[in-house]
């Protein structure tokens, strides 16, 4: 039986390479993003050109209510759930000196970053309890967390702040159902061409070419999709709660 695997933020970047890469490996994907199917037609598009079955839940993971939708329908329409990618992820939409921050935006940013991640991993637990093992495991979450979770950026600590927190999640998690069969990842990007960091593209350019990143590169959604996909197989399974930087050799301390 095909395996079934729900990737949040799924519409484009790194979330749509990495329902692709898991459909090509052979899942079943459900994508959830915010915005309409439509608005990213070309892509789902792709994916049936691929031969790949999905299902696109337009949703929000900061709402309650989205969140268990997401569950249901991927259960309905697939008969369960096997691995969840939680990607979705927002930055401030200003950055700002940590000193001058509002509380209106760490709140959005936590609430979908970190507090979103907390409870759907939450809601697809519950129903991958209900499930028989697959195999040698019962279910994988994976968290696409961020160099961020390490790395000070006072111009947008919110964002630091919620993947320092999604990194706690992964630890918990995997504390917390490596018993149950359930294993738990973390990938934390570096420098990823995505939307999300098109708009500071001069400033991490210059880095590049000053040698900050020994492979000196910008990475791709890809790059972070082949990660996840290992992960979801069955060739770690004496391993939990770890993460793995997928940031050009960024995390190097060097003289």
């Known amino acids: ?32 993003a915010r915005n309409s199917a439509e608005s990213c037609r070309e892509n789902l598009e792709a994916l049936t050109a691929q031969g ?16 268990q939708r997401l569950v249901d329908q991927a259960v309905a329409q697939f008969g ?34 970190t507090k979103g991640n907390m409870f759907l991993t939450q809601a697809v637990v519950k129903q991958m309890l209900k499930q028989p093992m697959e195999g040698k495991k019962r279910g994988t979450v994976i968290n696409i967390s961020s160099c961020s979770a390490e790395v000070s950026s006072t111009g947008r600590g919110e964002y ?11 630890t918990l998690y995997a504390d917390r159902l490596a018993g149950e069969g359930i294993l738990v990842h973390e990938v934390r990007p570096g420098v990823i ?7 500071v593209q001069e400033k991490y350019d210059r880095l590049f070419e000053s040698g900050a990143f020994p492979i000196a590169r910008w990475g791709t959604p890809e790059d972070v999709a082949n990660a ?24 190097i301390k060097r003289l």
């Open 80 to 113: 369960g759930i096997h691995v969840l990618v939680n990607n979705a992820g927002v930055a401030p939409q200003v950055r700002t000196d940590l000193l001058e921050m509002t509380e209106e935006s760490f709140d959005r940013v936590i609430g979908i970053n």
């Open 1 to 32: 039986m095909k395996k079934t695997a729900v990737i949040t933020g799924g519409s484009r970047g790194i979330g749509y390479a990495v329902a692709m890469g898991l459909g090509l490996d052979g899942f079943r994907v459900v994508l959830m």
């Open 160 to 170: 630091c702040v919620s993947k320092a927190g999604v990194a706690m999640l992964t």
């Open 228 to 251: 996840v996909s290992v992960f979801a197989g069955d060739d770690f399974l004496y391993t939990t709660g770890n993460y793995i930087d997928v940031d050009g050799g960024f995390h």
């Open 52 to 67: 790949i079955e999905y299902l696109y839940v337009q949703g929000d993971i900061a709402v309650t209510g989205d969140r």
């Open 193 to 199: 061409a995505t939307d999300m960091t098109s708009t």
